[in-house]
Every structure is written in C-alpha cells, then in structure tokens.
C-alpha cells in the first residue's frame, strides 16, 4: 500500500467564533475512523508557537527554513491506503471536518518504511 500526506496550511482554516469545538470534534472522528480502519499512520499540526531550525549535515544548527522556502505550518495527515481514489476520499473527509481544501500527495515507495 502507498502512504499519502494529506494537508492543509494554516490560514486556509478560517471557522467562525464559537464552531471550533464542533470543527475540532469532526475533525477527530475523521481520525477515530481512519485507526479503526486500519489506514491512520500518523497525524498533527505544526506547533507554529515553536521557530523552525535547520540543521545542516556537520550538526550545525541555524534559525529559518531553507532560503525562499516557506514555514510549513497547519495540519498534516498521512495514511496508508490502497490507491489514490481511496486517498482522494479520505482527503474529502478531512476537508469536511477541518471546513477547509486539503492537498493530497503520494510518499515515493521505501522498502524498508
């Protein structure tokens, strides 16, 4: 099976006052329902409260992101799933629950992850 990255940044989620606990609870039945199918890897928002370093090969470590690379940030989903229509409506769901477009990109295959 391939692993997909369905995601979304952080300021395409825009849900009015007083709907993020209900945002919050789709959000995780969504999740709830891709474990008990079997299919949840792993799932999380980028901690925007925290700067991103790089570290470069001799351990070095520097503030930012590369150059000309945006911060990731928002929600990221990574499932393993039979095909690319599987992960095109796993990716609807998670647009439903999170009232927000998702991006849906396939993990080139690893034979060893």
């Not at 990731?72 to 998670?94: C, D, F, H, M, Q």
């Amino acid at each position: 099976m391939t692993k997909y990255l369905i995601s979304f940044p952080g300021e395409a989620m825009v849900v009015p006052d007083g709907e993020w606990d209900d945002v919050a609870a789709a959000s995780r039945a969504v999740i709830v329902e891709a474990q008990a199918a079997g299919v949840y890897v792993f799932g999380g928002g980028i901690n925007e409260d925290v700067d991103p370093v790089v570290v470069a090969a001799d351990g070095s470590v520097s503030a930012g992101t590369y150059p000309d690379v945006t911060v990731p940030n928002g929600g990221y989903t990574i499932l393993e799933l039979p095909s690319r229509a599987a992960a095109v409506e796993w990716a609807a769901k998670i647009a439903v629950a999170c009232r927000c477009p998702q991006e849906l990109r396939e993990f080139q295959y690893d034979p060893i992850s």
